[in-house]
């Protein structure tokens, strides 16, 4: 045996054992001792027409060593790649058919997001690409790691699981801790007790998709989940026992685990700003934050202390952190650079509406961006607001001196008729001493504010020249023949209404009709309202909104969650109103209640408080959101 094994020395040990790849030889081989480990986990964090972002795990075995990561991009499905690629740090190479992607100042980078600025080849919608990744040490190049993505189609069809099978085919779910530190988590999603008043559980993606900020309300703070270990965030694969999840290694039946905290000393405190036992300053603490929002890498969100605290970088590191947690030294990034609606970051007087109006909130919310411009929902006040040039410090900056000047002001509102007053349906109906004529299924009366005024917006979205806003009224009046009922609408703007230098739905504009909501969502008609008899209930219609938590749109879908009857509603060609007023569901689906699945061998979810709702284009899943239950599930979409 002895013999044969040095027989088959010459041949054997200089072909395949100490030969190593290197891509820039024709064949690819060549003699050498040195075989360099690959990359692992290469996977796609976010595609879309405009950029790929790309992800994996660096080799362990080269930890504390020098090395580089060389990516590349070709046109194709990879099968017709030769062996011979360019050298990356040859300008001259590789040009017309392959591209090289390389950082060469991030040695250890575990991502990349290819994003077509440093060439004049654009990724194109439907197109197919290979992405060929090598690790280089030493002169020696792995074998490399490749993977074949398709550009999607921006607002290609997608389908969509009917309703008995919806919950069936969920494909992930988090949360539930069983590592209590009283009743807060180090990694909860818990958000609980949300009333028409409140938002909570909104979610926002920042850095193409690698960072995520999830608000926690009852535990006032925001959590934030990121790829520092160049994993996907809400994204998972198996491995053994161990489930890789929300960027970092946990047990697989662990919850998702936050990387760091804003809001709260550590992990593990929820104190508002007003607790005594609260360390943090006034401008690093939050107090029942509602609604959280990236743009340009800048992060907004809505405290409970009637103000929007804006980092105008990235907190990474946020109050506290993973690393801190493992006992690492890392930067400490906590206290707010802006605000909006107090006099600076450490204010926390409550302003009255009818003096300070023109630059103080009331329960702020949900928001959403259309360019630098920022839309707020304030909730208490029931109108929208926006703020010019939200994201430029210099422009945009409430402190002593600025405040009640153009760094302060807002430029707009929509749904009063100016900054300093309060109305709402309900109190129209009342003041305007409204009937209904239950014959004929009508309100009697001037009905003109039922497209101009609504209650307790949560939500706002932009999409096709349209802002949509959710206000969940909260209407009940007892009748003769049965209660008058309005809980939830989702009502449809013309986003030009706030746009411009001066306000244009003030004064005697907001009474001319141009401010009114050209369409709802919720409402069986604009001059009707719910009768619900004693024997009936209003979740009965099927057009009715008990009360929107969540709202997605991608394509001609209109995704929304219901926080009280825990659905998930579905609206197809969501702005086509040809057919009337009246909106109907393309599909409600239920809360499955943990139904046993006994082919699938497990429970399906029981819902307790849906939050919020995403699309997640990536990888064609819906993100859902289930706030008391502190979780989140995730369904998969496809697209065609």
């Known amino acids: 045996m002895i013999f044969i094994l040095s027989a088959c020395t010459a041949v054997e040990k200089e072909v395949v054992v100490d030969d190593y790849f290197d891509p820039r030889v024709t064949g690819g081989t060549t003699n050498a001792t040195p075989k360099t480990h690959d990359v692992l986990n290469l996977q796609i964090v976010t595609m879309n027409d405009y950029q790929v972002t790309l992800s994996w795990y660096n080799p362990a075995i080269y930890e504390g060593l020098d090395y580089e990561i060389y990516v590349y991009r070709t046109v194709g499905d990879g099968t017709s790649d030769t062996l011979e690629l360019p050298d990356p740090s040859d300008a001259g190479s590789g040009a017309f058919l392959y591209y090289p992607r390389l950082d060469f100042s991030a040695a250890k980078i575990t991502s990349y997001l290819d994003d077509n600025s440093d060439n004049n080849v654009a990724l194109h919608s439907g197109d197919v690409y290979t992405y060929h990744v090598y690790v280089e040490k030493d002169g020696y190049f792995s074998e490399g790691q490749k993977l074949t993505v398709t550009i999607p189609t921006e607002g290609e069809s997608i389908s969509i699981p009917n309703s008995s099978e919806f919950w069936r085919s969920y494909v992930a779910k988090f949360g539930e801790s069983p590592n209590l530190v009283g009743d807060v988590t180090q990694n909860t999603l818990k958000i609980t007790n949300l009333d028409a008043s409140q938002s909570g559980g909104q979610i926002a993606y920042g850095k193409g998709g690698l960072v995520a900020a999830k608000v926690d309300t009852d535990n006032n703070r925001v959590v934030i989940y990121t790829n520092k270990q160049g994993l996907n965030c809400y994204d998972s694969f198996t491995e053994g026992t161990l489930e890789f999840n929300s960027c970092v290694i946990i047990n697989a039946n662990a919850p998702m685990q936050a990387f760091a905290v804003l809001g709260q000393e550590n992990f593990f405190t929820k104190y508002d700003c007003a607790d005594p036992l609260n360390t943090l300053d006034s401008d690093e603490c939050l107090t029942a934050p509602k609604g959280v929002i ?232 604009w001059h009707q309202l719910s009768v619900v008899s004693i024997a009936s209930s209003y979740e009965d219609n099927n057009y009715a909104l008990r009360q929107t938590s969540g709202i997605e749109i991608y394509a001609t879908y209109l995704f929304l969650t219901d926080y009280i009857t825990n659905e998930v509603i579905v609206y197809e060609n969501y702005d086509d109103f040809s057919s009337g007023t009246t909106k109907l569901p393309s599909m409600r689906v239920p809360n499955p209640l943990g139904e046993w699945v006994a082919e699938q061998g497990r429970a399906l979810p029981n819902l307790m408080g849906l939050t919020d709702i995403k699309y997640l284009e990536k990888e064609g899943n819906l993100l859902i959101f289930d706030g008391q239950g502190s979780r989140y599930y995730k369904v998969p979409i496809t697209e065609f």
């Open 294 to 525: 990236f743009h340009e890498d800048r992060l907004f969100i809505t405290d409970g202390n009637d103000r929007i605290v804006i980092f105008d970088d990235y907190p990474e590191y946020g109050c506290y952190n993973i690393q801190n947690f493992i006992g690492d030294v890392t930067p400490r990034n906590c206290t707010f650079d802006r605000v909006i609606g107090k006099r600076n970051t450490e204010d926390l007087v409550n302003y009255s509406l009818a003096i300070d109006g023109d630059s103080a909130f009331s329960c702020p919310s949900g928001m959403a961006f259309l360019e630098d411009n920022l839309y707020v929902a304030d909730t208490c006040n029931n109108r929208i607001i926006r703020i010019a040039n939200a994201t430029n410090p210099t422009l945009v900056n409430c402190t002593n001196a600025t405040w009640k000047t153009s760094q302060c002001l807002f430029s707009s509102v929509l749904g009063q008729s100016d900054f300093f007053t309060n109305h709402s349906f309900a109190a129209e109906y009342d003041s305007l001493g409204l009937s209904y004529d239950y014959i004929a299924d009508t309100l009697v009366g001037d009905l003109s504010f039922v497209k101009r005024y609504f209650a307790n917006p949560t939500r706002l979205y932009f999409t096709d020249n349209r802002l949509v806003v959710v206000s969940n009224e909260d209407f009940s009046r007892v009748g003769p023949w049965g209660n008058l009922e309005l809980y939830s609408r989702i009502l449809f703007f013309d986003q030009n209404l706030l746009e411009g230098t001066f306000p244009s739905c003030t004064g005697l504009t907001f009474f001319a009709s141009g401010c009114d909501a050209l369409n709802n969502i919720g409402q069986k008609d």
